[in-house]
């Protein structure tokens, strides 16, 4: 899933210091999100009724790698919903939090509120890309009387004629959630045909060769080609290729090139627990 950021205004005047959100908002995005977080109770607790405040622990308190990260986040988000419950960007963040959460404990009722919270966030920002993904996943994943594979499919084709890179990705997903691994090869083949350096084609080819075990020497070409371009914004970046690519030479049984290329994802993005997860599976 993914997350969204409020716009991050920085103060313009020579000399004039950043306020203590602003501080608290940069180093969400930088990562650094133990000195986030910090920052972030000193001031919902001097500021209980600060929105932003609010919408942000609860970001950062969700990019935690602890297995309650979630959960912890989700009070605050809600209540930044409930202090300003017409702001698309909280409403995104909060339906698509639901829905991990629904997913994790099988609950219809995160279910229930996610798909909700995305459906009013579309109602005030229809161009939110990350809200109509999140929607199609749910339609796509939730069982039946709750999903409806017209409605994902509405989502993608809304998101690609809005984003044809992303329209490629939400299609590819539907694909791959229907084991229908040949129909994300040939999207991306016909992505790749009109643009050989397609960074979201090349990536979904390595991706779905890399899970079918299909193609595997024209995965690793197309994934290594992703490391020599820049990945658009909102995509899996050079952290996603390379445990990508570890996934790809396990399933080519070449354990070395496996680890080699997991550590490298690890040195990118060392919060990420699954490719923590896939180092340990090879020690």
């Known amino acids: 899933m993914h997350f969204r950021l409020s716009a991050l205004f920085l103060c313009a005047a020579a000399g004039l210091a950043a306020a203590p959100l602003d501080d608290a908002i940069a180093l969400f995005r930088q990562k650094r999100f133990p000195e986030a977080r910090a920052l972030l109770e000193q001031l919902v607790a001097a500021k209980p009724d600060d929105a932003e405040a609010c919408h942000y622990l609860g970001l950062t308190l969700s990019r935690r790698d ?25 409403l995104g963040d909060y339906g698509g939090v639901c829905l991990l959460l629904a997913g994790r404990h099988r609950s219809l009722s995160y279910a229930h509120k996610g798909r909700v919270a995305l459906e009013q966030c579309l109602a005030l920002a229809p161009g939110d890309l990350e809200a109509r993904e999140g929607l199609m996943r749910y339609y796509q994943e939730a069982p039946w009387p709750l999903g409806s594979r017209a409605k994902a499919r509405h989502q993608a084709e809304e998101i690609n004629r809005r984003d044809s890179s992303r329209g490629l ?71 996603g290729v390379r445990f990508r690519l570890g996934r790809l030479h396990e399933k080519r049984g070449d354990r070395v090139a496996a680890r080699a290329a997991y550590e490298a994802a690890l040195a990118l993005d060392d919060a990420n627990p699954q490719i923590r997860e896939a180092l340990a599976r090879l020690q």
Do not use: M
């Open 169 to 239: 990705a939400a299609f590819a997903y539907l694909a791959r959630a229907d084991d229908d691994y040949a129909g994300v090869f040939a999207l991306c083949e016909q992505a790749l045909r009109q643009n050989p350096d397609d960074y979201v084609a090349l990536y979904e080819f390595g991706r779905a060769a890399a899970q079918s075990g299909e193609h595997l020497d024209r995965g690793l070409t197309a994934l290594t080609r992703c490391l020599a371009l820049s990945p658009p914004p909102d995509y899996p970046g050079h952290a």
């Open 66 to 90: 602890t297995p309650g990260a979630l959960d912890e986040a989700l009070p605050w988000l809600e209540k930044a919903v409930a202090l300003r419950a017409d702001d698309a960007d909280i």
